[in-house]
Every structure is written in structure tokens, then in C-alpha cells.
């Protein structure tokens, strides 16, 4: 297994698509979106309760529907506190048309009472590829922080206003591009996949 050609990125999150798109920016492939495709993308569910059967379950879709090697993550945040909740549902913890600002909100209130030293949590990603014929590979990424009660800085997505990286003392959402890129649980999980790739081929 080394490097396709031609690799679809799994995803019809914007935020996603330009992160993927800067963490993977340095692999020697072509890339195929939802917005470069000219034809149907399959739209697919995460009914999984687990990270890796849920980025599996989008990189299958979409290689077999494409005809390509295909790349997705599932990623989310654990809480300490609430026994690692939301974890795989943390883009559904509001509920399952929840917006990030309702999630975010949702788990503030969950933390409601919890003082700053028991509010430690990471985020935790997934990323797979898989292959039309069935092949598959996958790596995982974590980024250790704590977490705020006021959300902070215009950056990112998800929770990322209430997230603090572990040694820094700005939010995910205050952090530069570049610097959430090189600590972020997504940018280690795809450069991980990425290593995993090269030494394959």
C-alpha cells in the first residue's frame, strides 16, 4: 500500500475539507472533494459508537462509490468529568441536528459546577483510508487540554472557543492555523496515516 494517484476526502464539513486540506498538504496525491466531484456523492450516516468504525464507515462509502481510495476521521471530545462523554457523539451531543454553538452550550451546562482542575479533556480523531477493493488503514491522534467556561477566540470549530491545549494559554480557537495544525488530535492522527502510508509503500 503506498500512495494513490487520486484520494477523495470523505467529508461535506467545510471546516474539515480546509483542515484535512492543510494537514495533508504535502502528500503526493491528487485530491477529490464534494466540491471538485462532477457527479453524485453518497451522503453517510455515523451510526457507530466508536471513532474508527465510524471514519471506516465514510472512507468505505465513498471509495466504492467513487472508484478511488477514499479518507475520513471521526474525532470528538472527552470529558473527564462526564466520564469521557460525548466522545464519538460529540457532533450530536445537542441532539442530532445540533449546531456547534448548541453543543457548545450543552457541554458548558453539563460542567456546571465543576471547578478549573477537574475540567481536564482531550480530543481524540481517527483517520482511515479505504480502498474500493476492501483494504483499509487507520491511525489516531490525541491533543491533552483542559477546558473554560467562556468560550474564547473566533477560530476553528466545534469546541474549540473552550479547549486549551495542554502547555499553551490561549483556546484551539485562539490558536493561528498553522499552530492548531501542528498539536491538533486531527493534524497527529493524518501525519500518523501519513507515516503509515509511506512506510507501506
Known amino acids: ?21 492543510r494537514i495533508c498538504s504535502d ?21 457507530h459508537d466508536t471513532y474508527v468504525h465510524n471514519a471506516f464507515e465514510k472512507a468505505h462509502a465513498v471509495a ?18 462526564l466520564g469521557g462523554a460525548p466522545g464519538p457523539r460529540s457532533a450530536r451531543y445537542a441532539g442530532e441536528e445540533a449546531t456547534d454553538a448548541r453543543n457548545l452550550r450543552a457541554l458548558l451546562r453539563a460542567l456546571k459546577g465543576v471547578p478549573g482542575g477537574g ?3 482531550r480530543y ?16 489516531q491522534g ?5 477546558l473554560v467556561t467562556r468560550p474564547r477566540g473566533a477560530g476553528g470549530f466545534g469546541y474549540d472557543p473552550i479547549f486549551v491545549p495542554e502547555g499553551w494559554d490561549r483556546t484551539m480557537a485562539e490558536l493561528t492555523d498553522h499552530e492548531k495544525d501542528r498539536i491538533s488530535h486531527r493534524g497527529r492522527a493524518f501525519r500518523a496515516l501519513r507515516d503509515l502510508l509511506a512506510r507501506e509503500g
Do not use: Y
Open 1 to 21: 500500500m503506498s500512495f494513490p494517484q487520486t484520494i477523495a476526502i470523505a467529508s461535506r464539513n467545510v471546516h474539515k475539507l480546509r483542515e484535512i486540506g
Open 27 to 47: 502528500w503526493p496525491v491528487t485530491w477529490l472533494t464534494v466540491d471538485t466531484h462532477d457527479g453524485p456523492w453518497p451522503d453517510v450516516e455515523e451510526p
Open 64 to 81: 466504492r462509490a467513487l472508484g478511488v481510495p477514499a479518507i475520513a476521521d471521526d474525532s470528538g471530545i472527552e470529558v473527564d468529568a
Open 119 to 121: 475540567r481536564t479533556a
Open 124 to 139: 481524540r480523531c481517527v483517520a482511515a483510508i479505504a480502498w474500493p477493493d476492501g483494504r483499509e488503514l487507520h491511525a
Open 142 to 146: 490525541v491533543c491533552e487540554g483542559t
